[in-house]
Structure formats: C-alpha cells, structure tokens
T-cell receptor, first 109, second 114 residues
Framework: SQQGEEDPQALSIQEGENATMNCSYKTSINNLQWYRQNSGRGLVHLILIRSNEREKHSGRLRVTLDTSKKSSSLLITASRAADTASYFCATEEDDKIIFGKGTRLHILP | DGGITQSPKYLFRKEGQNVTLSCEQNLNHDAMYWYRQDPGQGLRLIYYSQIVNDFQKGDIAEGYSVSREKKESFPLTVTSAQKNPTAFYLC?????????????FGSGTRLTVV
C-alpha cells in the first residue's frame, strides 16, 4: 500500500534558492512526517506535523499541511549543497508508517 | 550515544542461500521495522514488531522471516524463497505512539545476489 506521493520526482535548483516539495495522501491522518535520505544511507527524521496543525518550522525547513486537500509541502529555504538528498513524506496507516517514493533534490553550485 | 546499528553494511549472497541481516538498537524503543528499498524507489515494509516476541507481516513479507526475542534486536533472514533479494535493507525503531516521535533508522545493508 502507498499512502503519500511526492511531487516532483526530481528537482534541481541553484544553491541559495528555495526548494519546495509536495506530498499528497489518500486517507485521513493523525500526522505527517518528512524524512531526508542521503545517497546510500538511512533516513533521517526532519519534522512531524500533526493533523490539527497547519504550519511548522524547524530551522530552514517549513512544512505546511492542508487536510482538506490531503496535501503537505516541505520548503527548504536558502538551499545549500548539503541539502542534496532524497526527501520522503510518510503517513501512518494502522500501526505502521507508509512512505512515498520521494523527491530527489539536487542543489547546483 | 544511543542509536540503531545494522550489520553488515554490504552482503553478498549466492543463489539458494539464506542470509541474516542484523539490527540492534540501544534506544529502548519498543517497536522495530524492516523496510526494503529498490533503486529510485520508496520504502516497502517487510515486517514490523511492536513488542518482544510478537511481529506482523508488512506488504512484502514473502521470502523473509524475522524474530524478536530481545527488545534490542530484530534480525531479518532473507530466505532462498525470496526470488529477487538484491536491494537496500533498512531497519528502523520507534517509541510507542511512533507517530508522535518519528522513526530512527539504521544506515542500511546493501544485499547483492551473486
């Protein structure tokens, strides 16, 4: 089963620009999470937003959640080379978390 | 430092062999999970365990087996019944009410059939 689906699949931007990734999901959720994965590594938890929250910030990250549209967005401001990675949204289904296929972000020097 | 350790980092398996991937955590997390990731793809859930001596199948459990005899350990065996085992395997753990805290992941094991 697949709950979250990220868009775009791949994104290339210049260093210093902002990067926006979107996630759509199908069923009602308790919360939505975003993770980052560097090539060949495990995933790192970035931020969790609960269903009763609309926006959340963490450093250069800003996450929004629109439960009426069943969608979320992750904004990375002032991108850096180190932000190059894949980004996944994840939602709960029963007692497990389901991941989307991810957005591959490439920051150009 | 608390964390979750997967070993080995790279593993090569011959056709017809069973292999076991190790996952150990010292975070005192109750729940542990195994995911499979194929190139350019998301994560697919293989097995998960919410408590010691109990585990459930995920979406792609066929050809895999697990055990949860200790809270800290959740090994995954890839059996000869798994016809296409070459993939990147990720183990994760979480507190109860995992949705409130998110998952902690290991660094992964890359399994290749030779």
């Amino acid at each position: 089963s697949q709950q979250g689906e990220e868009d775009p699949q791949a994104l290339s931007i210049q260093e210093g620009e902002n990067a926006t990734m979107n996630c759509s999901y199908k069923t009602s959720i308790n919360n939505l999470q975003w993770y980052r994965q560097n090539s060949g590594r495990g995933l790192v938890h970035l931020i969790l937003i609960r269903s009763n929250e609309r926006e959340k910030h963490s450093g250069r990250l800003r996450v929004t959640l629109d439960t009426s549209k069943k969608s979320s967005s992750l904004l990375i401001t002032a991108s850096r080379a180190a932000d190059t990675a894949s980004y996944f949204c994840a939602t709960e289904e029963d007692d497990k978390i389901i991941f989307g296929k991810g957005t591959r972000l490439h920051i150009l020097p | 430092d608390g964390g979750i350790t997967q070993s080995p980092k790279y593993l090569f398996r011959k056709e017809g062999q069973n292999v076991t991937l190790s996952c150990e955590q010292n975070l005192n997390h109750d729940a542990m999970y195994w995911y499979r990731q194929d190139p350019g793809q998301g994560l697919r859930l293989i097995y998960y365990s919410q408590i010691v001596n109990d585990f459930q199948k995920g979406d792609i459990a066929e050809g895999y087996s697990v055990s949860r005899e200790k809270k800290e350990s959740f090994p995954l065996t890839v059996t000869s019944a798994q016809k296409n085992p070459t993939a990147f395997y990720l183990c994760a753990s979480s507190m109860p009410h995992r949705g409130a805290y998110g998952y902690t992941f290991g660094s992964g094991t890359r399994l290749t059939v030779v």
